[in-house]
């Protein structure tokens, strides 16, 4: 159990044009999801946060317009990069935690993101 | 504010021979510490966590960990290396106040093992 599904797994796009990138807890309902970035033989930077039904906590210098975040229900959570640029290519990796489990995290697969 | 710190960009260990990768943590608080392997292009995998207990946590693959509270230090070890251990290894800390709280992780370590 506690599996957490990352779609799509690879993702070329163009400049200016927008990229929605899907978290999803196969077998649970996830209280907490969080949404990391990491670049290249890096470690992971958590950019946001979120719970279902509400919006959003950023880390500082993460841009809001640009990373727009939507936890819509208890099994989804989607980051949509909006008017992509090449130096947003990066790793992106969703974690959820589990009702009644606390802090443990279970993560997605990643997903390489690049834009040319 | 939680920190984490990996003190070694990379590890390299013969195969066979043990291995340490160093963690250590700072928090206001009572924490939990996790250990996650990376294979490259891959997401994290968990190795093992210490939330309470037995300061020696085993975990998967023949990985265990040491919390040292007065340290507060959480290096993971294995008594025999495998090439296929080659891979990134991250530590990471979260405040333990029962519910879900996020992750900060270290730096990570690039662990080497070699014939």
């Known amino acids: 159990g506690a599996v957490v599904s990352q779609h799509p797994s690879r993702v070329i796009c163009k400049s200016g044009t927008s990229v929605k990138i899907e978290c999803r807890s196969l077998?649970?309902?996830?209280?907490?999801m969080f949404w990391y970035r990491q670049f290249p033989k890096q470690s992971l930077m958590l950019m946001a946060t979120s719970n279902e039904g509400s919006k959003a906590t950023y880390e500082q210098g993460v841009e809001k317009d640009k990373f727009l975040i939507n936890h819509a229900s208890l099994t989804l959570s989607t980051l949509t990069v909006t008017s992509a640029h090449p130096e947003d290519s990066s790793f992106y990796i969703c974690?959820?935690?589990?009702?009644?489990?606390?802090?443990?995290?279970?993560f997605g697969q990643g997903t390489r993101l690049t834009v040319v | 504010a939680q920190s984490v710190a990996q003190p070694e960009d990379q590890v390299n260990v013969a195969e066979g021979n043990p291995l340490t990768v160093k963690c250590t943590y700072s928090?206001?608080?009572?924490?939990?510490l996790f250990w996650y392997v990376q294979y490259p292009n891959r997401g994290l995998q968990f190795l093992l966590k210490?939330?309470?207990?037995?300061?020696l946590v085993k975990g998967s693959y023949g990985f265990e960990a040491e919390f040292n509270k007065s340290q507060t230090s959480f290096h993971l070890k294995k008594p025999s290396a495998l090439v296929s251990d080659s891979a990134l290894y991250l530590c990471a800390v979260s405040l333990n106040t029962g519910t879900a709280s996020k992750l900060t992780f270290g730096t990570g370590t690039r662990l080497q093992v070699t014939l």
């Open positions: 974690s959820a935690t589990r009702t009644g489990y606390g802090t443990e995290a279970f």
């Open positions: 210490y939330i309470t207990g037995d300061n």
């Open positions: 077998d649970f309902q996830a209280t907490t």
């Open positions: 928090v206001s608080g009572n924490p939990y």
